[in-house]
């Protein structure tokens, strides 16, 4: 069975939507729909293959034109495949985290100085080091306090909204969808 989905991005919760019925509804995110098209299903059994043309089409009540959809599909899934980046770079930083705060345990004077300098500069990507709740995704202040770039689950929090805009629309991004998308792709 094919959901005609990509697999779902790597964001760290789910949710049920309004409209959820318990036991029938799957959680979102979900991953985006392929772009209409025509596909090859592979099957191998026992080592024979056979293989099997699937065409998708376009729900025909969506009047959207072909380069609106190539527009909307790639946007997505250049979105989709950020927030997927961004999944592993706080994977990254919380396993590298782990393993500096382990050998911080066990140092003293000038490495458990460097050591905690790195966990430091760590905390700038990833403050709450996969904790959640209240302050855990602050950004780190630059010149007079200000907020500098966001951290890595600001970002994704960010991406994961403008990939929600496009999920939800049947029409080609608008040029502030673009945009603000152009600026959090940049940061990934």
């Known amino acids: ?44 059994v026992n080592g024979r ?15 959207i034109p072909a380069a609106g959809l190539r527009a909307r599909d790639s946007l997505q899934l250049l979105l989709y495949r950020a927030v997927n ?12 985290r782990t393993r500096v705060r382990e050998r911080m345990a066990g140092a003293t004077g000038a490495p458990a100085e460097s050591l905690a300098a790195l966990d430091r500069q760590l905390a700038v990507f990833d403050p709450a080091g996969g ?28 991406l994961m909204t403008l990939y929600g805009i496009i999920e939800d629309a049947d029409f080609a991004p608008t040029t502030q969808v673009r945009s603000a998308a152009r600026v959090r792709l940049t940061r990934v």
């Open 85 to 96: 980046e961004a999944a592993d770079a706080m994977a990254q930083v919380r396993d590298l």
């Open 49 to 63: 293959r056979l293989t099997q043309p699937v065409r998708v089409r376009l729900d025909p009540r969506v009047r």
């Open 131 to 158: 904790r959640s709740g209240r302050g855990a995704g602050a950004p780190a202040a630059g010149r007079g306090g200000a907020p500098t770039s966001p951290t890595l689950p600001q970002l994704q929090a960010e």
């Open 1 to 44: 069975t094919w959901d005609l989905r990509y697999p779902r991005p790597k964001v760290a919760g789910f949710s049920f939507p309004i409209s959820a019925i318990p036991g029938r509804t799957v959680p979102e995110p979900l991953g985006p729909f392929v772009t209409p098209g025509t596909y090859t299903v592979r099957l191998t």
